[in-house]
């Protein structure tokens, strides 16, 4: 049945629908047939709609509101079907437009109305007058550039396709939210509209969570950049080998106890030491380091303990120790078997009484300050030979931790090479593309006696050496290939099984025989052309491709040398 023609809604129409309603206050409770209702401000829910716009973008709370009305309109239809039975579709339909009004959400006007539940057609036009989200929206958002009745049109849209059975889209062609002179909706099939899809998309589940997923991982990933930053290269390392340090350096971290790094110069014990320092309770305090090596045996009680004036010649003034200006921080103490067994004593007493005197004074400080240590060498050797004292030994022991070599974690030096090419990337103010892989496979299998040190230094001189946008070649990385001995001497044989290098095999063997020779390059390219046709056994085209060469290239090169007359090959 199509009717086009509809007379302005009457109170009569609603008489059924009011009649649905019931308040039962003294149960808190407002009811609408089965459905429990809510008496909310239109302020209250002006204020939300503002926040939620602030805050997930105007798209985003289109969909939040379009998916609330569309709830409300599903419930809403049932209702109309179980409230006039026996009614004219147009009839029966028209709940749905008095719900809205009956709400006091809008006051809905019919212009033309085409409903056949039977055939399935449909088509109307109303115009809508008062809107409430045109209020709300013009208390808190102002003007909008799009129309704005969202909540209303998600009722529209699932009440009238719940009620026809079929996907039915309303949209609103003007609002008065955005400046329009009058609200206007006019609702048809889906596939009678060119966005459909578009549209249909508010409807579906949004994606937020994902996206708050991915912007948390993201977060996650920062924090850790940082915390990278903060403990340099510490954190920076996946080998199993390099993590068990970190979890024990981690349990050392809380407290004070003493701790001892032993490995190798240049594994980063400094480092380590501040990795320490700042994930204790003193990381707002001093970290203050000293290489003990590096100060005079006569002046290393004055450098760590301080001075008071005329103490001894040329001590013209009183001056602070390490010690005290660690105060309430850590002091990390390297190479300390480097200590004068007077300086040892001192060390010891700070250890154990948390006091020491300067140089010359007779005067009692006390200083909190925690002790961590490193030694290249065995302590515990120097002990045995009376250079270290080893209650002081015992004192300092307590919680060693052996840091490995770098050849140890190779695995962790492509990490560490693009940590030191940031680095220095920074520092000259120039962005290479970084290692080639020939560059970073001699890297891997260099032996790095100098550790991470050695490989800070040949980051650097790569750097300085390669232009921006360009490899860093092996040639930028060593100024002198790594030495045989220090080479892993593993290569491929020509079966492809893994076998040990000798000495003449290596590329310095022979390059070595040659220079000691005098032998010219040129010289050097027709043994090599010789060579390869001999195991080619003349073939041109088998020899150019062992010497990675084109046919006519390799041609030319033997002409040029006599190996070949002009009579060719094959
Ligand atoms: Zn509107």
């Known amino acids: 049945m199509t009717i086009n023609y509809i007379p302005e809604l009457k109170y009569s129409d609603y008489q059924d629908l009011s009649e649905q309603v019931h308040f039962q206050s003294t149960e808190g409770k407002i009811w609408f047939g089965e459905q429990r209702m809510l008496l909310l401000q239109v302020s209250a829910m002006a204020n939300f709609r503002r926040e939620l716009v602030n805050s997930l973008g105007i798209e ?166 940082l915390e990278r930053q903060e403990g340099q290269y510490y954190g920076i390392g996946q080998s199993p080998a390099y993590k068990k340090v970190c979890k024990t350096i981690d349990k050392a971290a809380r407290g004070k106890v003493s701790v001892l790094l032993l490995g190798e110069s240049g594994v980063g014990k400094e480092v380590i030491a501040r990795s320490v320092h700042l994930r204790s309770e003193r990381a707002d305090k001093a970290f203050v380091a000293l290489n003990c090596a590096a100060i005079p045996p006569e002046l290393i009680e004055a450098e760590l303990f301080g001075v008071e004036k005329g103490a001894y010649t040329g001590a013209n003034q009183t001056r602070l120790g390490r010690f005290e200006r660690a105060n309430g921080g850590t002091i990390f103490l390297d190479e300390v078997v480097e200590l004068t067994p007077r300086a040892q004593a001192t060390l010891l007493r700070v250890l154990q009484e948390s006091e020491l005197e300067r140089v010359g004074d007779s005067r009692t400080r006390k200083v909190d300050v925690r002790v961590i240590a490193a030694t290249n060498e065995s302590l515990a050797d120097a002990v045995e030979a009376g250079k270290f004292r080893s209650d002081l030994y015992y004192r300092l022991n307590v919680f060693p931790v052996q840091i490995p070599p770098l050849r140890e974690r190779l695995e962790d030096l492509p990490l560490l090479a693009e940590h030191f090419l940031q680095k220095f990337h920074l520092q000259y103010h120039k962005r290479t593309l970084g290692l080639s892989d020939k560059a970073l496979e001699l890297c891997l299998h260099y032996a790095w006696p100098g550790n991470i040190r050695e490989l800070e230094n040949v980051i650097e001189r790569g750097v300085i050496l390669t232009d921006s946008n360009e490899t860093i070649g092996q040639d930028a990385l060593f100024a002198v290939f790594p030495k045989t001995g220090n080479l892993r001497g593993d290569r491929l044989n020509a079966d492809g099984a893994l076998v040990q290098a000798t000495d003449t095999e290596t590329s310095t063997g022979w390059l070595t025989q040659i220079f000691e ?54």
């Open 60 to 225: 985003r709370a289109k969909g939040f509101f379009l998916r609330l009305g569309y709830q409300s309109g599903l419930k809403d239809a049932e209702m109309a079907r179980k409230l006039r039975p026996n009614s004219p579709d147009s009839q029966m339909f028209l709940v749905g437009p008095l719900l809205h009004s009956l709400k006091g959400m809008v006051k809905v006007k019919p212009m033309q109305l085409e409903v056949d539940q039977e055939s399935g057609h449909f088509y109307c036009e109303f115009e809508w007058i008062d809107s409430f989200e045109v209020e709300a929206c013009q208390t808190e958002l102002g003007l909008m550039e799009e129309p704005v009745c969202w909540s209303l049109l998600g009722y529209a849209c699932a009440y009238t396709s719940s009620f026809m059975q079929r996907e039915i889209i309303i949209q609103e062609t003007s609002c008065r939210g955005c400046g329009d002179e009058r609200c206007i909706i006019i609702g048809k099939p889906a596939e009678e509209w060119e966005n459909a899809v578009e549209f249909k998309r508010y409807f579906q589940a949004d994606p937020i969570i994902e996206e708050l997923y991915e912007l948390q991982s993201q977060v996650s990933s920062l924090r850790k950049c």
């Open 517 to 570: 020779k005098n032998v010219s390059m040129d010289a050097v390219e027709e043994q090599l052309m010789r060579h390869a046709m001999e195991l080619a056994q003349q073939n041109v085209s088998q020899a150019a491709r062992m010497l990675g060469l084109t046919r006519p290239a390799l041609a030319y090169r033997l002409k040029k040398s006599g190996i070949l007359g002009d009579s060719g090959a094959a």
